[in-house]
């Protein structure tokens, strides 16, 4: 499903250059679950943004099912974004002006569907989450569990391909971290791939493979049968 | 989409009130002013044009070289029409309009009108609608009259006044006048405005045949329509043939020359002299339209420099919907379409404020406007709606669409130095302005009390004028008979009478040819030998009038320091007029005093009793107002109500069948600056709403910069920092701001009231004390605004701060 091959992403201030990515090489096949792992600033997170095509490498190979997609525009960027990718964040990014219903609806908007077709979806989404009784709640006022299963179901709303999960359990305590990994296995399980940022040893034994990332270059690749805990 | 971008919006705007407050208060303050300054605005710039013709009616005025002086004239002279009719085959219809002032009379009543005698062709050029009645003159009769509605309502009440009949003085007796119609009251933005129309025949027999065919005499306006399709220009070249022919060959070319002025262009045209009517001066409706446009940049402003201090919050929801697949054209849409939501609350609000606001505007302007939601206003509504609103909405459009979600959705957003450039630079420009008004209300405040306070040369308190609407003998025989009715009332202090007063119009031009046949001019009023004790003027050299000695009534003349000086009299008591005057002698000097507005410098001044004996020595005489007497009567210390009563009821007794009305004559001379007057308190509320609106925007910037440093102040107070140092911190960038702005503003400021006081004779300096105190009082303001968040941030418990991170 992915294929990226001496992926390179380069930061540069005024006097600093900082190469964040030197020449990584990764495939993800249609429905793995990954787990990227490394210390702080070893670039996990730019390379989750680039997978989510939210940033462009500076050089570098990368196939999305398929197709080259490294010199693609914004515009086309974001259309193959918003077909195929669901986003899940550390700190949740839902829209505090938005209600839960809300919330879970806004990537359909941007799809053009239509406001029925919406409501039938996003109702069967917040059933299967759980949330369906909070569908009139603005995000704070909901636990830090309630709005991640919130930002799940908003990323899984329009079926996509690939799931991207950055830290997706950072900010909740180990009781709603576990309840959101089981949302990802299942989502996992029933055919979609997901690919997942994290520090946790105990979040990345949900993966099926681990990629550890340092500096900026792939150091180590895993399977689940090898973890070292 | 629309949808959820609405309810983005509306949520917003209920959650950060203070903002919404601070937008839709400061947009809908400057939209109020706006439609008010438009509403006056439009009628200045629109007068004239409701007539349906106004693009081809023309008032031709005339310049004449008179010994190398020329004389400019929008009054012209009798045969100036009918020779333009006769010469002019472009020329479709013509009227002359003269104004007598008259006394009518209707069930015992007695009025002073000014009545307009216009020619046949007035009904067909002007659309003055008659009621009830078609299009054409009415007035065939000489003894017709036709009524506008208010005066018709004041003579005849409820009754149909059509063939009813009222009586007037045109001439030496009352006579019976019949309506014939009854016209619509003249809309106000008409530069002609009449009471009551009588057929121009009623002028042939009150002047002589010289009168009506002398070309250097002028009483009339005269309006020309033009045939459709005919260039002014075409017309125009055609004059000087028109006026050579219809003088035979009288002026050598150049000498004579008539012009053409467009309708449309008369109200804000005061290089002219003014005609009937007084036009507006064209620099007060720039100042206003100039002052509406700050206020609403000042607004925009706030607007766009609140969005970049919210551009923090904004990121985040940036970040979110770009990354579920919004592209920024979307994003463009929803910020713009935020910003027009909010105009468009903001003008309802100003719709409302200004229903509710334009009856005091209307006192403070002296006008009678009107608001109407008609399909005009509601267009401009609407421009003013999407200008406004594309205006102050495009940074958030512009800028924050183009947030990239990976920056903004890690992290804070910290504002890059072009964007607190471009704030900076915003708030600059606000306060510039606002310090721009604020200097130039104290100016003109200042030049209003300069002007108000300013001697005189002549006592004007406890003054009363008492117009006496007959000329001639029969005139001066009402003062007499009037001044010994009061003479034996000790409420009564002294009594003169004077062909014109003080403050009610200018007093006479008179011309003449010198020894060395140069054409002079100096003014002139007829006075009695009280007029210069009653108003308390200081004579300087000679004498005043004396009752008892005949030879001083015809030919004994006191002048005024100007004349000595303008003429070149070193011993004036023994040295005669340098013209070609009948015998005489100069009695009297006095001091310089300000008999016309303190517009003008004191022109040399002429003052006799009878002017027989002048006149026999002058080529050119000049009345812009009547010459018939005004009495002026000084009433002693006490109740003014009751003497004022005194004065009326012994009036009605001696003088029954003339109307009586009066002025004070402080009032009067105060209404020659009615006009700076209204300029200036409308200035001053302007400027006071200009800083009130820019403060909003400061308060709500500064509550932005508190919660954006709240981390920074918890870290500096747990070093050791002061109350008085997080202060100063918090206040600086603002203050430093405020005093750029002063230092840009300054001298702009300068030069437009430097500009605007050039219109006085008599005007103070622009102090630099002045932009001191503007200066002083934004900084000050700026100060107390930013000091109610930064002294709350700085007594807030450093570990409260720090924990908020």
């Known amino acids: 499903m992915i294929k990226i091959e001496n992926l390179e992403k380069v930061y540069r201030t005024e006097e600093v250059e900082t190469k964040a990515l030197n020449k990584v090489s990764i495939e993800v096949n249609e429905g793995e679950f990954v787990a990227i792992m490394g210390p702080s600033g070893c670039g996990k997170s730019t390379l989750l943004n680039i997978l989510g095509l939210l940033d462009e490498p500076d050089g570098g190979s990368f196939k999305f099912i398929g197709t080259e997609i490294s010199k693609f525009n914004e515009r086309n960027r974001a259309d193959l974004r918003k077909k195929n990718i669901g986003f899940v964040f550390q700190s949740f990014n839902l829209i505090d002006e938005l209600t839960v219903f809300e919330n879970v609806e806004l990537p359909l908007i941007y799809l053009g569907v239509s406001a029925a077709e919406r409501k039938e979806k996003v109702e069967k989404v917040l059933e299967k989450m759980q949330i369906m009784h909070r569908r009139n709640h603005f995000p704070q006022q909901l636990s830090g569990g309630q709005q991640q299963r919130v930002a799940v179901a908003r990323a899984v709303i329009n079926n996509p391909k690939l799931i991207l999960a950055d830290e997706p359990t950072g900010n909740l305590d180990s009781t709603n971290g576990n309840e959101v990994m089981e949302l990802l296995t299942e989502l996992n399980e029933a055919g979609t791939t997901v690919i997942m940022v994290t520090h946790s040893e105990h979040d990345a034994r949900y993966a099926h493979r681990i990629i550890r990332l340092l500096d900026g270059e792939v150091v180590m690749e895993n399977v689940r049968e090898q973890f070292t805990v | ?805």
């Not at chain 2, 012209?76 to 009719?85: D, E, K, Q």
């Not at chain 2, 004028?465 to 034996?488: D, F, H, Q, T, W």
């Not at chain 2, 003080?502 to 007093?507: E, H, N, R, S």
Request: charged share 20%; net charge positive.
């Open chain 2, 1 to 805: 989409m629309f949808r959820n971008y609405f309810k983005i919006a509306l949520r917003n705007f209920v959650k950060h009130k203070t903002y919404s407050v601070i937008n839709l208060a400061g947009l809908g303050i400057a939209i109020t002013c706006c439609l008010l300054l438009g509403l006056f605005l439009q009628q200045e710039w629109r007068f004239d044009r409701f007539h349906s013709k106004a693009d081809r009616l023309y008032r031709p005025w005339v310049r004449e070289i008179h010994q190398n002086e020329p004389i400019v004239n929008t009054i012209t002279p009798y045969p100036l029409g009918p020779a333009m009719v006769a010469a002019l085959p472009e020329v479709e219809a013509m009227t002359r309009i003269v104004t007598l002032d008259v006394n009518t009379q209707r069930n015992g009543d007695i009025f002073n009108e000014r009545v307009h005698l216009v020619e046949p062709d007035f009904f067909r050029m002007f659309d003055f609608p008659l009621l009830n009645q078609p299009p054409g003159n009415p007035l065939t009769q000489l003894k017709d009259a036709v009524l506008t509605e208010e005066i018709a309502q004041k003579y005849f009440g409820n009754q149909n006044p059509i063939g009813q009949t009222f009586r007037m003085q045109l001439d030496s007796a009352m006579e019976t006048y019949t309506v014939r119609a009854v016209a619509k009251n003249v809309p106000a933005n008409s530069s002609i405005r009449f009471g009551i129309l009588l057929s121009f025949e009623n002028i042939k027999p009150l002047r002589s045949q010289k009168q009506m065919n002398h070309w250097q005499q002028v009483e009339a306006e005269t309006y020309v329509l033009l045939k459709s399709g005919v260039e002014v220009k075409q017309v125009a070249a055609k004059l000087p043939a028109m006026v050579k022919t219809a003088t035979n060959n009288k002026f050598k070319p150049g000498e004579y020359v008539v012009n053409l002025q467009p309708i449309t262009a008369i109200h804000l045209d005061n290089t002219l002299p003014q005609g009937i009517e007084p036009v507006s001066n064209p620099a007060y409706s720039y100042i206003l339209a100039t002052i509406a446009l700050f206020i609403l940049v000042i607004a925009c402003i706030n607007f766009m420099t609140l969005a970049i201090g919210r551009s923090a919050g904004r990121a985040r929801e940036v970040g979110v919907r770009k990354v579920m697949g919004a592209i920024r054209q979307q994003l463009v849409y929803q910020f713009w379409g935020e910003a027009l939501l909010m105009t468009l609350a903001a003008v309802v609000v100003g719709v409302l404020l200004t229903v509710l606001l334009l009856p005091a505007f209307n006192e403070l302007a002296d006008r009678q406007l009107i608001f109407k939601l008609d399909s005009t206003t509601l267009l401009s509504l609407f421009v003013l709606v999407a200008v406004v609103g594309l205006v102050a909405g495009s940074y958030p459009a512009l800028v924050l669409s183009r947030f990239q979600p990976v920056e903004v959705l890690k992290g804070k957003l910290t504002l890059k130095g072009d964007q607190n450039w471009f704030r900076r630079t915003l708030v600059v420009v606000q306060f510039g302005l606002s310090v721009f008004l604020m200097v130039g209300t104290l100016v003109m405040n200042r030049q209003l009390n300069y002007l108000q306070a300013m001697p005189l040369g002549f006592k004007t308190d406890r003054t009363v004028v008492i117009p006496v609407n007959k000329g001639g003998e029969e005139g001066l025989a009402i003062v007499e008979r009037y001044r010994n009715a009061l003479s034996s009332h000790k409420e009564i202090a002294n009594i003169t009478a004077s062909a014109f007063a003080f403050g009610t119009g200018a007093w006479a031009d008179v011309g003449f040819n010198d020894k060395n046949k140069v054409f002079r001019s100096f003014q002139m009023n007829m006075i009695d030998p009280e007029f210069i004790p009653v108003y308390n003027i200081k004579l300087v050299a000679g004498r005043n009038f004396d009752q008892n000695n005949t030879a001083d009534k015809y030919t004994a003349f006191i002048i005024n320091e100007a004349f000595v000086k303008a003429f070149g009299l070193p011993d004036p008591l023994n040295q005669k007029l340098p013209g070609d005057f009948p015998a005489h002698q100069i009695i009297g000097v006095v001091e310089d005093f300000h008999y016309a507005s303190l517009h003008s410098k004191v022109e040399p001044l002429l003052l006799v009793q009878r002017p027989d004996s002048l006149f026999a020595g002058i080529n050119d005489l000049m009345f812009q107002s009547s010459p018939d007497p005004d009495i002026s009567v000084r009433l002693q210390p006490g109740a003014v109500a009751e003497q004022v009563a005194l004065l009326e009821q012994t009036w009605k007794k001696v003088l029954p069948d003339e109307p009586f009305s009066y002025t004070f004559l402080d009032e009067n001379i105060a209404s020659q600056y009615q006009q700076e007057k209204r300029l200036g308190t409308i200035v001053t509320i302007a400027s006071g709403l200009s800083i009130f609106i820019s403060c909003l925007g400061l308060f709500g910037l500064a509550t932005l910069a508190v919660a954006r440093r709240t981390k920074e102040i918890g870290v500096r107070k747990v070093l050791g920092a002061s109350v008085g140092d997080i202060i100063s911190l918090l206040s600086k960038d603002f203050i430093a701001l405020v005093v750029v702005a002063n230092i840009l503003a300054w001298p702009l400021a300068w030069y437009g009231l430097h500009q605007w006081l050039q219109d006085f004779a008599y005007r103070v300096d622009v102090g630099w004390w002045l932009f001191g105190l503007a200066g002083a009082a934004t900084l000050l303001i700026a100060l107390l605004t930013v000091s109610f968040h930064s002294v709350r941030a700085a007594l807030v418990n450093p570990v409260k701060s720090l924990r908020t991170e």
